[in-house]
């Protein structure tokens, strides 16, 4: 390619992933195959202490950190970092990645080949297992709005993919958007909070008429559930609220029907486990997140029920 385009890292950060995952993080990006020049990051500050501000200023000064002191989460903390980019394609990660050193340029050459492409996603890998693909970041690759049921590219078919491929959406952990789409869809649904923003997004660009691929030459490998743990209660709180927004915003009357008899049984479920001793404080979390879902309480965070 003649003259490579100018893109914009955004991510949210806290102070638990500045201390534990920033710095190999960049060290990744500072060590990819990409004219340093034509690559700025941006870090939304999620509740990042002044000690750990200036820490960071003072060994990159180049990186550009939008704070107000608030903890906004993931999909806002995205859309307030992009407002300041300046790219003509946005990267738009998580702090407990590695990029490959080929993986923005793969990336980048993928969507410039073709002026449809608005998303375009790596292979993920795991973090913990190096040469295994992620399971929690398969791409989607169909959905039927009727069932609510999703099918992944499966791990073999990623292990064996050497061509372009289109998909619904790829995972949230890091993915290059078009910056013009991106504006047109006004960034992620900050409904969202966490959780689902990514097939929100991918969902949206399809609508419009774009698509959504994975580079099969473009890899990241990914930690996962790094802040709110593989199980806990807040993760539970956050998961049923989305998961319910996403599909309520999506399924046909008898998929919105199927979907109540799902919560239905789900919370019966649940609560099975409570009487006998398991998973009371999740199982408490899911059903506030039902609750709060069913009454639109998209701004509330789980904190508010912490020792409530």
């Known amino acids: 390619m003649k003259d490579w385009p100018l893109v914009s890292i955004v991510l949210p950060i806290t102070e638990f992933e500045a201390g534990e995952y920033l710095k190999p993080f960049l060290q990744s990006v500072f060590r990819l195959d990409y004219q340093r020049s034509l690559v700025e990051i941006i870090l939304r500050d999620n509740g990042l202490k002044k000690d750990t501000i200036r820490r960071i200023k003072r060994r990159y000064p180049k990186i550009v950190i ?9 999909a806002m903390g995205i859309n307030e970092a992009a407002k300041t980019a300046k790219g ?19 990336l980048v ?26 399971r929690r970041d398969l791409p989607v690759s169909s959905v039927n709005f009727t069932l609510g049921i999703l099918h992944n590219l499966s791990i073999s078919q990623l292990l064996k993919l050497k061509e372009v491929t289109d998909v619904v959406w790829v995972s949230g952990c890091g993915f290059l958007v ?35 691929v994975v580079a099969p030459a473009a890899k990241i490998w990914h930690k996962g559930s790094a802040v709110m743990g593989v199980v806990s209660p807040q993760k539970a709180y956050y998961q049923a609220r989305s998961t319910l927004y996403f599909w309520s915003k999506y399924l046909n009357k008898f998929g919105k029907g199927l979907m109540v008899a799902k919560i239905g049984a789900g919370c019966l479920i ?7 001793g398991i998973d009371r404080e999740t199982t408490r979390a899911y059903l506030l997140g039902i609750v709060d879902f069913i009454k639109c309480r998209f701004e509330r965070r789980y904190e508010r029920y912490e020792g409530v």
């Open 270 to 276: 649940k609560l099975g486990k409570t009487f006998v």
């Open 66 to 74: 939008v704070r107000d002191g608030r903890n906004v989460y993931y």
């Open 178 to 212: 078009r910056r013009g789409v991106w504006e047109k869809l006004f960034g992620f649904d900050e409904r969202f909070l966490i959780y689902w923003e990514d097939a929100d997004l991918g969902v949206r660009a399809r609508r419009l008429g774009y698509r959504a």
């Open 88 to 106: 003509v394609w946005l990267y738009v990660g998580n702090t407990d990645t590695l990029l490959d050193k080929n993986c923005l340029r793969q």
């Open 109 to 134: 050459l993928t969507a410039e080949s073709k002026p449809s492409i608005a998303i375009v996603g790596p292979k993920v890998f795991s973090m913990d297992r190096r040469d295994e693909i992620s």
